[in-house]
């Protein structure tokens, strides 16, 4: 493991950052199973990571189910700590825990998460310095973040990895980024490749909110912002590109940050959605099942 780490911070440190690629696996091909062949040699020359990432999963639901029963591959891949960027000054903490994928076949996709991991946690640890040193010039004052991350799927076909920001000063705020990965065929998932068309959208969106109204009517405590125009504004859709993972129960979870769609002390709220609601909208059963 150690050898593991050396060796990535020795590619960090040599390698320049990529430009960032959209991974983003392609919305469902119409082709039948017989032109595979034939679309896949079209490719030759994009070069392997495009073949890698474009190709199949979602090409057609005969493929997907083909790839379904291919023996496990990135069985090892792993999430570790790359590096804790730590400031203990009193009025000023931070905690920053940078995440790196190992052990994974696509090399490109590899590189390309932990760099991204890599600058975002820089981003925040830089951000962080410059509002402490506007503090201490202005006379002094509190401020904070934390950062890291939790592996929310870890089995033979998925890894998903909830990264987490929270502000930790004042009206401290809470965002979460998810990764969704098929490890089997080295790739990253993205909402909309799920699904045939943009009807997911309004399936899950009508679902949420009537999971909503079930858990308000069953516990007074829990507040969402639903069916109520006058004081705030009503959640009425998802995003096309709205945060989500896939658990170790292949259930699709749609997540939403603090006070995107509750008051504050419901912090990051999820919502599991029933695989019936969505069956027919689905490219294939391969993740969601």
């Known amino acids: 493991m150690n050898e593991q780490l050396e060796q990535l911070k020795s590619k960090y440190k040599n390698t320049p950052l990529p430009d960032e690629l959209d991974f983003v696996v392609k919305k469902a091909i119409k082709q039948s199973k017989k032109r ?3 679309w896949m040699k079209n490719l030759v020359g994009v070069g392997a990571a495009a073949i890698i990432l474009v190709t199949g999963i979602n090409a057609s639901p005969a493929f997907a189910k083909a790839l379904s ?8 891949v792993k999430v570790l700590t790359f590096t804790e960027l730590k400031v203990d000054e009193g009025t000023a903490k931070a ?20 760099n991204k991991y890599l600058e975002e946690s820089k981003k925040l640890y830089s951000d962080f310095t410059a509002e402490m040193k ?33 502000n930790t000063v004042g009206s401290s705020s809470t965002t979460f980024k998810y990764d969704t990965i098929d490890k ?15 009807s997911y959208i309004r399936l899950i969106s009508e679902n949420i909110k009537d999971q909503m109204r079930h858990q308000m009517k069953a516990d007074p405590d829990k507040t969402y912002w639903v069916d109520d125009k006058v004081n705030f504004e009503s959640f009425e ?4 590109d709205q945060s989500f993972y896939i ?22 709220v999820e919502f599991i959605i029933p ?6 909208a689905l490219v294939s059963n391969v993740y969601i099942k």
């Open 36 to 38: 595979h062949l034939g």
């Open 69 to 76: 029963d291919v023996p496990l591959v990135g069985s090892l």
């Open 95 to 114: 905690n920053i825990k940078v995440p790196a994928i190992t052990n994974m076949e696509n090399k490109t996709l590899e590189a390309t998460l932990n």
């Open 134 to 166: 506007e503090l201490k010039k202005s006379g002094g004052g509190h401020t904070g973040v934390e950062s890291g991350y939790e592996v929310k799927t870890d089995n033979d076909q998925i890894l998903a990895i909830g990264r987490y920001v929270v």
């Open 184 to 198: 089997k065929n080295q790739l990253l998932i993205s909402l909309p490749s799920l699904f045939k068309d943009d």
């Open 237 to 240: 859709s998802i995003a096309k």
């Open 247 to 268: 658990n170790n129960d292949g259930k699709l979870v749609i997540s939403f940050d603090k006070y995107e769609v509750t008051p504050g002390y419901m912090g990051v």
């Open 275 to 280: 695989t019936n609601v969505i069956a027919d």
